[in-house]
Structures are given as structure tokens and as C-alpha cells.
């Protein structure tokens, strides 16, 4: 037995709550983001993600007292991604407490940032959020890079994409489907897979879990090395132990 | 005088850590710091490290800190973590860079070819998430702990001990490597104990209850010249 699959539950927050919308619009309330961690680490997760969604600056601090509060309490990795625009803004989460912080729009705009950050806090500790969605037909197919909440097209080609920012020194990615992302209807597979063997670093899946059966597939078929739901742990539909209890069932090697 | 002192050379998050160790005993007295007259004064010293191993060197020498690391290693309870493991060894492959010298053997990068597990799928470097940690010696640090439990890590290189009596823990990714040492008075891991929920807390718990000075026959196998 080696190492094993992860699962992330992944919490969006604004202004200091904790809130999930179907394809980044229509938010619903899910709770205290201090309670809902707490919760996820009792019930097993390998890792957490705070995506801060916050769209008035006024209140972009409230996200580092509530990693601090969490990070006091909640013994586990935890990756905070939303608003981080520069080396600076890397620096204030990671004393915050986060392990890992996830930059997105800011790598499109700026991909030194990628290499000062990881070149200053270590690749370990950086991420490099990919909203990606299908363009074109046939031959043609292909993903495209989107960015500012999968809003606005770039004409990158996502994993054209996915290796200059490993070049650059990305620790992992954590791969967003545009397409997928709050409809429940499963990961795109192809997507995933074709990240996962392009690349060399680890693959966390993302946008579109609505049963175990996707979570079992996004490793299985996807070959994701974790996978990250939100809205079926929110709402208690599943345990992050059910999950993984689930998975192992299904040959899938997990922490339990 | 400080209870547990947290060597800052400016590499990374530390206050995971911090925090981690106040959490298992909130009696104790933890300062993080870069000082190193609070260093040698210290009862206990975790040498962390996060990053590439030749900025850890360069950041260690750049703030004085050598002698205050080496000096704790030979005489005071001492956990190393993740860089701050590979650092007690001889050299490293990244960026060729010599370390402390206090352990025999080296630091190597998981090999590129050799990255891939029995059902021919490719295993991604860097090596990180939870993997079992095998004990291979008694020791207080692993009290309380069984073997094989799960610890996190995030690492792409990995310590070759010379003196393969040292090894206090192993880890498959895909072949077996060491990920845990201990040598008198070091215990050294790969892994991230703060981030590795009960069982990393529990190893820190016991590292802060740890009196390797008092006793050490009873406690742990007995360990042939692997220091000086």
C-alpha cells in the first residue's frame, strides 16, 4: 500500500460565509466556514480548500481570520485560492495559515507571479487553479483557459497551459471544468485525463460531482490524483467518510 | 527560557507548526524565531524547512544559524522536518549543495523512471498526500502510534542513510525510502507532522515528552556511532 487518493472538500466563501452556486452564479447559504471545517476534518478529509469568492475588497481580510481560526484547530493541509494577485498577497495567506495557496486569473495575467511565489515559498506550496471549457468540434476540440470565474475566454489552450505552469514551478493543479462545475452530472473525464498524463504533478479534479460514482471515476478513469467536491458534502447528502468508505470499496486506495 | 523553540530562517510557514505544538501543550512556552542566542537557550529545538534545500542552506548561513542548529542536534531534543530532515545529511542532488553534515548519507530525487506503480500508472512527483509510514525501530517519537498509520507529505526528494540503522521509518512511493531517522538525539521525518491530524499530533506530543538523555537503552535500539 502507498499513498493514497485524496479527497478535498472544497468550501467557497463570502463575506465570511460559506456558500455554493451552480456554475458560479445562484449562491446558497452552507454555513459557518470555521464550523463546516471542523466538520470535514471529523469526518476524515484528507485536505481543505477555501476558495474566497468575495467580490468587494472591503471584506478580503475576513478570509485570513477565518484561516487562522481554522488553522488552529484543524490539523490537515489547507489550500486557500480567490483574489491572489501578487507575491504579497501569497505571503499573508501562508502566515494566516494555509499550506497551499491557489492563484488563477492573476497566473494568466502575470505567470511570473507562479515562479517568484513558488520560487520564494517552495512549489510545495503552490497551486494553479485551471477553469478550463471545451471549445470547438471534432478535430477541433480542444479546452480553453477561462478566467475571473470562468467569465472571460483567454484563447489559451488549457493544456498548453497546464505545462508551462509546472514549467514555471506549479506544485499540483487543480483542474476546474467549466462545463461540469455545480451540475452534478460528473467530472469531464477526458479533461482530466488528458491533464493527468501531460503533466508530472499531482492532478486534483473538480466541477461537476454529484454521486460517489463520479468521485470513483475522477480517479479511476480521470486518473486524478485527488478529487474535490463541494455541494454533496454541504448539504450532508454524503460523509467525507461515506466517500471514502465507498471508494475503497471500489479498489480506490484511501485514507481511513 | 523558551520550552520549544521553531527555527525561522525565512523558509516558509511556520506557524503551522507553532500552532500544532501549542495545540498538544499548551504549557509550554513556543517561540519561533530566528535568534540564535534563543536557539542555544532553548530545552528543545524543531528545525523545519520548506522549499528548495540550497535557499534553506543559504537562508540558515545568511541569519547565523548553524552553529545554533548543530549545537542543539548534538545535545537537545531535535525533530527535523521535511527540509529540515534532508538538511542533517551529508549533500544533496538539488543543487548539489552540501548540508549539515551531522547524518552520513544523502538526499536523491525520486528518479523520473522509476516513477511508475504496479499497474503501470505513472506516479506524480512531487510525492504528495498521505502515504503509511512503516516503523522500523522502538522508538518514544513512534509511541502510540502503529505502524503503518498514514502521515502527510509533499516532498520531490528523499534521504539515502548511509547508516541504514538510523532508519526509524519507511514509506513505499514506489520503492521503499527512508522517511523517518533517529540518532541519539534527533528524530527526523519527511513528512509534515503538523498536517498529518492524529497521528502527527501525537508524534509531536510525544517529541515534547521526549527525554532521550535520561535512559536511552531502555527506549530505543542502540545506535552505533551515527553521529560526529
Same mark, same amino acid.
Given at each position: 500500500m502507498g499513498l493514497a487518493k485524496r479527497i478535498i472538500p472544497c468550501l467557497d466563501v463570502t463575506a465570511g460565509r460559506v456558500v455554493k452556486g451552480v456554475n458560479f452564479v445562484g449562491l446558497r447559504d452552507a454555513g459557518d466556514p470555521v464550523e463546516v471545517a471542523r466538520r470535514y476534518d471529523d469526518q476524515g478529509a484528507d485536505e481543505l480548500t477555501f476558495l474566497d469568492?468575495? !467580490?468587494?475588497s472591503d471584506d478580503r481580510d475576513l478570509i485570513l481570520s477565518i484561516i487562522e481560526e481554522v488553522a488552529a484547530q484543524v490539523f490537515i493541509p489547507l489550500t486557500v485560492g480567490g483574489g491572489v494577485r501578487a507575491v504579497e498577497d501569497v505571503r499573508r495567506l501562508l502566515n494566516a495559515g494555509a499550506d497551499k495557496v491557489s492563484i488563477n486569473t492573476a497566473a494568466v495575467q502575470n505567470p511570473r507571479l507562479v515562479a517568484e511565489a513558488a520560487g520564494r515559498y517552495g512549489s510545495q506550496c503552490i497551486v494553479v487553479a485551471v477553469d478550463a471549457k471545451r471549445v470547438g468540434e471534432g478535430p477541433e476540440a480542444h479546452w480553453e483557459v477561462f478566467t475571473h470565474g470562468g467569465r472571460k475566454a483567454t484563447g489559451i489552450d488549457a493544456l498548453d497551459w497546464g505545462r508551462k505552469m509546472e514549467a514555471l514551478g506549479a506544485g499540483e493543479i487543480l483542474l476546474t471544468s467549466m462545463d461540469r462545475d455545480g451540475t452534478r452530472s460528473g467530472f469531464d473525464l477526458e479533461l482530466t485525463c488528458a491533464f493527468s498524463e501531460a503533466l508530472d504533478i499531482p492532478i486534483i479534479a473538480s466541477g461537476g460531482? &454529484?454521486?460517489?460514482d463520479h468521485m470513483v471515476d475522477g480517479i479511476?478513469? &480521470?486518473? !486524478?490524483?485527488a478529487v474535490l467536491a463541494a455541494s454533496i458534502f454541504h448539504y450532508g447528502e454524503f460523509t467525507v467518510r461515506q466517500t471514502k468508505e465507498y471508494m475503497a470499496r471500489h479498489g480506490i486506495e484511501v485514507r481511513l | 527560557m523558551t520550552d520549544v523553540a521553531v527555527i525561522d530562517y525565512g523558509m516558509g510557514n511556520l506557524r503551522s507548526v507553532s500552532k500544532a505544538i501549542e495545540h498538544v501543550a499548551p504549557q509550554l512556552e513556543v517561540t519561533v524565531t530566528s535568534d540564535p542566542e534563543v536557539v542555544m537557550r532553548a530545552s528543545r529545538v524543531v528545525f523545519p524547512g520548506q522549499g528548495a534545500m540550497p535557499d534553506c542552506m543559504r537562508e540558515m548561513d545568511a541569519r547565523g544559524l548553524r552553529e545554533a542548529v548543530v549545537d542543539a542536534a548534538r545535545r537537545k531534543p531535535f525533530l527535523g522536518i521535511c527540509i529540515g530532515l534532508q538538511m542533517?545529511?551529508?549533500?544533496?542532488?538539488e543543487g548539489d549543495v552540501a548540508g549539515l553534515g551531522l547524518l552520513r548519507g544523502k538526499v536523491r530525487r525520486f528518479p523520473h523512471d522509476a516513477m511508475v506503480d504496479a499497474n503501470g500508472n505513472k506516479l506524480k512527483v512531487p510525492h504528495m498526500g498521505w502515504n503509511e509510514v512503516h516503523q522500523s525501530m522502538q522508538h518514544p517519537l513512534w509511541e502510540g502510534i502503529a505502524s503503518g498509520s498514514r502521515f502527510y507529505f509533499v516532498h520531490s526528494y528523499f534521504t539515502e542513510p548511509a547508516e541504514p540503522q538510523s532508519i526509524a521509518g519507511y514509506s513505499l512511493y514506489p520503492f521503499s525510502f527512508s522517511c523517518a531517522v533517529a540518532s541519539g538525539n534527533i528524530f527526523a521525518v519527511q513528512f509534515h507532522p503538523e498536517k498529518s491530524h492524529t497521528a502527527g499530533l501525537r508524534m509531536l506530543a510525544n517529541f515534547v515528552a521526549w527525554q532521550p538523555m535520561a535512559g536511552v537503552a531502555g527506549d530505543t535500539r542502540p545506535l552505533a556511532g551515527a553521529m560526529r
Open positions: 469568492i468575495t !467580490a468587494s460531482v &454529484g454521486t460517489l479511476i478513469k &480521470g486518473r !486524478a490524483d | 542533517l545529511f551529508d549533500s544533496s542532488e
